[in-house]
Structures are given as C-alpha cells and as structure tokens.
C-alpha cells in the first residue's frame, strides 16, 4: 500500500500549467542516469582559449613588469629628483632623505604617500644637532670667514662656500635648507628627535639648547604646533614600530600554541560536523522556541507599560511631531502601537511555521544528509586546502606584479609652494633640471612613477586576471565537491554504490571537460567587480564634490551591482552543481539550475535561510568557545595546566598582549570553520538540487525508485514500491 503524499508534495504538483511553461518541464525519466555522467564532452571551448590565452598574456605583463619594475623604488625613499637614496649612482652613499622646510609637509596629505612640498635631498647621514640659518647671514654681513659652511645642507650641484651667494639669497633661493632640528633616520628619513625623545607639546616656540628660535627662510617662527602637525603620521609610525616589536614578540613567544590552537578549532569544527546529524534538529526549532519567547514577552512588556500609562490621566498631552523621541515613549498610543505590531508580527510567523512546516522538517533533513555525506567522504573536507594554496599563491604572485607594475614607469613632477601670482598653477607638470622658481618659492617635486600610457592598461588586465583567475579557482572548488557529493546521492545503496575516489574522479571530470564552463561563469563574476573596483575609483574621486546628483547615481549603482554580483554567485554555484552531474554547458546548466529552484521557490527560501542560520551558528560557537579559551589560558587561569600538561608542553608564556595570540587564534579558527562549513553548505546545496531532481524525475515505482533516504521520503511523502519478484 502505498503511502499518500504529505502536503509538501502535494503543493509541488499543484504546480498550474501556466507556472510550469514559464520555468519549464519537469525533467523526465533516464533510465541510463545513475548519477554523475561519465561519458561527456567539453563544454564552452571558446571560453576555455580564451581562458588560456589570457593567462599567456598574464606572463607577458608579468615579463614586462620584471624587466621595467624596480621594487626599491617603494622600499627606499625618493629624492624631489626622483633618484632613489642609497640606490641610484649618483646618491648611493647617501640613504637618508633630509626636508628642506620640515614644516610644510603639514599641507601634504601624509609623509607616508612620501609627497611633502619641500625640496629633498639625499644625505649620507641626518643632523646630529638643531641649526638655524638666519643669524649665519648676520655673521656673514660682519665677516664672512666667520661663517660655519659645513653646516649648511644644500643641493647637490650647490657648494654654499663657493656658491658667492649670501646665506640668505642662499635660502630663499630653495638652494640650502634655512633651518633643521636634531634628526634620527627612520625609514631612511631623517626624522626629529624631539619625536623620538618627546618633545614638550605645551611650548609655543621651540627652543633649542643654545635658546635660539627657529626660523625659516623668511623670518618666520617654527611654532611648536607647526612642527607637530607636520609630524603626526611618522609619531604615528614611531608609536606603531613600538608596538609591532612587542606583537613580534608576543608571536615568538606564542607561535606553538597559536598553531595548536588552531588545529583544536579543526577538531572541534569536525566534530561540530559530524554532530550536526542529531542536533541540527533541536538548533531549529529551540532557535524558533526561543524567538517565539521573546516576542511574547515583548508583547507582554509593551502591554504592561500600556496598562500602566492607560490609568494616569495623560489628556493634557497633545499628539505633536518632535525631534525628541523621548517624549514618545511617555504616551501610552506608542505602547499600544508596539503591542499590536509585536502581535501582528508574532501571528505572521506562528502562520508561517504552521504551513512551512514540513518545509522545515525537509531543510533539517538535508542539513543531517550533508553530514552523513561528509563522513563517508572524509577527503572532502581536505580538498578546500588545494584551492586555499592555490589562491594565497595566484595573490602572492598578482602582488609580487603590482609592485614591479607600479614601479615601471618614470618619475613624473609637478610644481608645489607656487603663489598666486605665479604663472603657473600648483599642480601642473614640470622638468625638475629646467625648472627656474625665480625666488617665489615654487619648487618642483618629485610624485610618482608614471608616464606610459599603457602602464595603466597593463594594471587594469593584471587586475581583471586576479578576479578572473581567482573566481576560476573558486569555481573548481565548487564544482569539485559538487561532482563528489552528487555521487553520494545518486548511490541507491550507500555506501556500497559510492565511488572510491569521488573528489579525484569529480576533479579529473572538471579539468578534462569543463575548464571552459568555469572560465565562463569566472569571467562574469570577474568582469562585476571590476565594474565595482572602478566605481569605487570614480566614488573616491568625488568626495569633494559638490554634486550630490552624481553622488546619488553613482550610490544606486554601486548598490547595484553588489546586489547582481551576489546573485550571479548563486545561479554560478548551482549551474555548477548541475554542470558537474550532467555535463552540460554553462549557460544550459544555469538556466536548468535556475528554472528547478524556480519551481520549488518556497523549498529554497526556507532552506537557504535555516542553512545560513545553522552555519553561522556553527562558526560563532566554534569561534566563541576557542575565544574563551584562549582568554583563560593566556591570563595563566587555568590551573590544572600548570600542574599536569606545561611539564611536557611548556608553562604560559609571558606576554605584552594577552589578546595578540588569542585574536590570531580566533580570526584562524574563524577561517578554518568557514573552510569547513563551506563544504557543509556546498554539501546541502548539492544534495537539495538532487533531491529536487529525484523529485521529478522518479515516482517510487520498481522501475522509477527514488534514491532519497527514507526520511526525506517521509518527509515528501513518498514512497518505493516494493519489486513484485520480492514479493
């Protein structure tokens, strides 16, 4: 006798033609499928030489960027010539980059971007004594044999003795600097010790030993404030080198047990995994319970407060819009508001779960599924290692190119300090051995490593190639597990009908006939966001401006395309699932994907939504419960440690920052539970597209049996006849 459909299959057949013509038929009976198809084609050969053929161009990028680039560029200071200290010929013995006018750099955006609009040189070694400029010019106008020349910091083609000029045409010339504090290299930049050895913030006129006050070139006092505003970014480095030796430190001292850590945090998301087949169950419908709970006792709260302000006369207060939002809370309509919504919303999700659920029942089903699928192919959860090297790799590599690219071109200049009156605008480009400031103060400096044109062509293809080849190994992560878990499935008798290797064979599958249809989707996904990388571009680019329309438009677009880039990554991950189980095309696969979920909407929605919910619950206790042990281990709180286990794995370390090894630990056991969980969760969708497919494409017969477990066919209300020769 056969079992009559529950109501989750029932409302699957209901199913009207006119809903059936728009996502399309029902896939029919093969009696020859038995699961993934060994006997396939290529598919998307075009987009596969393509893929190739790129990947060529990539090495062409690569060579040009390793023959042009030079990374010393970015590891060593630039001199306002663009020449690199302690590199370049000319400046080989000279390491250290020395400012003329240290307090113009407060108008730089930041030293670090090393753009400050003062004339800079490359010394051999940084002042080892503060200096002012102006009163050599008064010795020099008494006798000019008095004046101390060695002193002086000037250009490279400039001898300040034999130059014939005074001191101060010297100056205000931008030939030699006018005045410079005690300085120590930091970085190869000679930075004031008055920041190394605190200086005194409160003093408004810094002081040297000698009670001399700084002046510039034109006389004017070097306050303090100026000194301090120029100077905020590289106090910011000093502060950071001391704490980055303490962290190097802390990680020398803690390196064993952040390692051990993080494999206890892979035990425990394993051991989550196999769990999940009997507590997947009781996280649902507690996490339901407990929801429920509290919108009672919300409706109750607000019911309360109602009741107790509905017996004080509150007629004297008037309804009025206000900005305090205080004031509504004294009113006893808002309690009455928040108490029919809270039961509004209560009665939509009591409705909900009532007729969703078996829906629920079906997600819980696959989530226990996916896990009994994991244990039987262990090797499943080790295959996310292959694609995470590959891809730490494909970035090391694309960084390692960024950096030659970026250094490939030549140095560019432009005018800075220019006056108003100056026939030339700040900003504007300018030879650096031609240029003449005629005494105003304009100087020409050194900003970047640019020029060619088709450099920035070249950084635009290394950047698509990232995202294409990076979305590509992605894409082979999936569809590898896809073909794997599919064969879990469609063996009718598990585990005798799952075959040996599945991840090797699913693998072979999809880099002998399917490199094509994963470049195709990659590119898609690739091309999105590089859209997205440009908008945000153009985005920084008018942060200035005053044009709030173009700001608006580019907002929406922005939104836009995050929110398509999101969904081309769902219909990618299961026009994968199917690519991997039939062999077909990457654009047949997504539109078959796409119209199989179609026809069971209400089933995704669910499903998606109790996974997300299971998988995050599962990352945040794994995470969580290695949190807190990290927390009580690292403050030595943990007693029976000391006492049985440091003797063979060593005490606690000593350590500046307790949290530095306890947040490295978190952040890896983070990684690893979402290594771990995508799995899980490429192992639910899997089995549900097949579930689904099995749906369809069987009816329980002796010829037709379905190869769904018996819970979900409980569940679904179906049945497998029994063979009339068993009989």
Known sequence: MEMQEGPDSTSTAKLDKKSKSKYGEAQKYDPSFKGPIQNRGCTDIICCILFI??????????????GNGNPNKLIYPTDGRGQICGYDELVKDKPNLFYFDLSDCASASSLLQLQCPTTQICVETCPDSTWVGLPEHAKYLLDPTSVDWDKFYCNYDVDAETSGKSPYDLFMDDDCASYYLESKPLY???????????????????????????????????????????????????????IADKIFDDFSEAWTFMLGGSVIGMLICFIWIVLMRW?????????????????????????????????????????????????????KETWLAFTIILGVVTLILLLLVIFLFNRIRLAIELIKEGSRAISSMMFTLLWPVVPFVLEVSLFAIWIVMAVYLATSGDATYE?????????????????????????????????????????FRMQIYSLLGLFWIM????????????????????????????????????????????????????????IIQLIRVMLDYIDSKLKGSENRVAKFFLKCMKCCFWCLEKFMKFINKNAYILVAVY???????????????????????????????????????????????????????????????????????TLNYFWVPMLVICILTYLIASIFFDVYDMAIDTLFLCFLEDLERHDGS??????????????????????????
Not at 502 to 520: E, K, N
Not at 583 to 588: L, R, S
Not at 702 to 716: D, G, Q, R, V
């Open 702 to 727: 002796a010829e037709k049996p379905y190869y769904m477990n018996k819970s979900l066919m409980s569940i679904a209300g179906k049945k497998n006849k029994p063979n009339k020769s068993d009989d």
């Open 415 to 455: 005018i800075a300090n220019a006056p108003n009156d100056y026939p030339l605008a700040n900003g504007t480009s300018c030879d650096v051995v031609t240029f003449d400031g005629n005494n105003t103060g304009a100087t020409c400096i050194f900003v970047e490593y640019a020029g060619d044109p088709n450099l």
């Open 53 to 66: 053929a790129f990947i060529a161009g990539m090495f062409v990028v690569g060579y040009f960027a390793w």
């Open 583 to 653: 062999g077909k095309n990457f654009c047949t696969s997504a539109k078959n994907a796409f119209f199989l979920l179609m026809r069971n909407i209400v089933r995704v929605v669910v499903l998606n939504k109790i996974t997300t919910f299971v998988l995050f619950l599962g990352k945040l206790m794994v995470t969580s419960a290695i949190g807190i042990c990290c927390y009580y281990f690292f403050t030595g709180q943990i007693s029976w440690y000391d006492r049985y286990l440091a003797q063979y794995l060593g005490g606690v370390p």
């Open 188 to 242: 190869g930049r000679c930075i004031p010790s008055l920041l190394v050895d605190a200086i005194d913030a409160a003093s408004d006129v810094i002081q040297t030993a000698d009670n001399i006050t700084l002046t510039d070139a034109n006389n004017n006092t070097i306050t303090g404030s100026a000194i301090t505003a120029a100077q905020v970014a590289l106090a910011a480095y000093l502060n950071a080198q001391a």
């Open 471 to 526: 979305n590509f190994i992605l894409a082979l992560d999936q569809i590898v597990l896809a073909g794997a878990f599919a064969s879990y499935y469609w063996a009718f008798t598990k585990p005798k009908d799952i075959p040996t290797f599945p991840v090797s064979a699913s693998l072979w599958r999809a880099l002998r006939y399917h490199m094509g249809s994963l470049a195709f989707g990659a590119l898609i996904i690739a």
């Open 279 to 331: 507590i997947a169950g009781i996280m649902v419908w507690l996490a339901i319970l407990i929801m429920f709970i509290l919108l009672g006792l919300g409706i109750y709260c607000c019911y309360s407060q109602y009741d107790s302000l509905a017996s004080v006369d509150t007629s004297s207060i008037e309804f009025e819009f206000t900005t305090e939002l205080s004031s509504y809370l004294e009113m």
